[in-house]
């Protein structure tokens, strides 16, 4: 399972523009990446997931560089309801039944100040 | 449409207490898991239930036990509760077990083992 690296937290005014990165130099082939958002006293909801290049949805985009050993989840215009833990995850999609990629990190907090 | 439920959502045990985490989806959903959240370390997994029938250990079994009971339902049982099992425990469920469907969390059952 490809390991991945977060920041631990990061702070952010209302309005900007958050851009969180994520970094799994062991990533594999078939590996693809995928983002949660957790807010206290709830589970974590699904935002995104990519393969390669870019992807983007109603919710963020997501940037991944050619050689995949980093990817950047990108949050435009966050607002205080932002405020959650971000969750980066790597695994194979095609190893169905493997545990080892349902594996959450620590993730990194995201506090949106007014 | 409720997603996935759990009961209960506050139990408090005392060492060596047994009980029972209910988990059901009104998704349809084939694949369900059961996740441990605990203060810094992010979301473990306990067990998963690739399809109905089946169920596998995950990254930490130990002092756990499920029982998938039917596609709507899949519980998680502790024998012989542990204050080291203290925690906050979530359950999820998703189309299919490959990384590419996403997980649908419930909003957790806070148990504490005194």
């Known amino acids: 399972l490809a390991k991945t690296t977060q920041p631990i937290s990061m702070d952010s005014y209302e309005g900007q523009e958050v851009n969180i990165t994520c970094s799994h130099n062991?990533?594999?082939?078939?590996?693809?990446i995928t983002w949660y958002q957790q807010f206290p006293s709830q589970g974590p909801r699904f935002i995104i997931q990519?393969?390669?290049t870019k992807v983007t949805n109603e919710v963020a985009s997501l940037f991944i560089p050619a050689d995949r050993k980093s990817s950047t989840l990108s949050l435009p215009r966050v607002s205080l309801s932002d405020t959650a833990v971000y969750y980066c995850?790597?695994?194979?999609?095609?190893?169905?039944?493997?545990?080892?990629?349902?594996?959450f990190g620590s993730g990194t907090q995201l506090t949106v100040l007014p | 449409n409720a997603g996935v439920t759990q009961t209960p959502k506050f139990q408090v045990l005392k060492t060596g207490q047994s009980m029972t985490l209910q988990c059901a989806q009104d998704?349809?959903?084939?694949?369900m898991y059961w996740y441990r959240q605990d203060p810094g370390m992010g979301l473990r997994l306990i067990y998963y239930?690739?399809?109905?029938?089946?169920?596998d250990k995950g990254e930490v079994p130990n002092g756990y036990n499920v029982s998938r009971l039917n596609k709507r339902e899949f519980s998680l049982r502790l024998e012989s509760a542990a204050p080291s099992q203290t925690s906050v425990y979530f359950c999820?469920?998703?189309?299919?077990?490959?990384?590419?469907?996403?997980?649908?969390f419930g909003n957790g059952t806070r148990l504490t083992v005194t």
């Open positions: 999820a469920s998703s189309e299919s077990p490959v990384l590419n469907s996403p997980l649908h």
């Open positions: 990519g393969y390669k």
């Open positions: 239930s690739a399809s109905e029938g089946t169920t």
């Open positions: 998704m349809n959903h084939n694949s």
């Open positions: 062991n990533i594999a082939t078939n590996d693809y």
């Open positions: 995850l790597v695994g194979d999609i095609e190893r169905a039944g493997s545990a080892r990629q349902l594996t």
